[in-house]
């Protein structure tokens, strides 16, 4: 059963603010949408394995929003 449409799992790398994180994937280093902008530092800590889903919308500022941590 797939829970995410449209998704891809990536390695947290840094969050330069509540909104913006950056993770490096098989595609390389992709800019997210961080839905929660609490501190979450349990769970965005270096090489943590993350889902995104990719937005349909082109205007978008970033590509693809966090959408789990493992």
Do not use: W
């Not at 994180?21 to 965005?44: D, Q, V, W």
């Not at 993350?50 to 970033?62: A, G």
């Amino acid at each position: 059963m797939q829970l995410f449409e449209n998704h891809l799992e990536a390695t947290f790398l840094r969050r330069p603010n509540r909104f913006v994180l950056y993770a490096r994937s098989e595609e390389g280093t992709i800019r997210a949408h961080c839905p929660n902008p609490g501190r979450m530092r349990e769970l965005l800590t270096p090489g943590r394995q993350l889902i995104f889903e990719k937005s349909n919308n082109p205007d978008r500022k970033t590509a693809f929003t966090l959408v789990a941590a493992r």
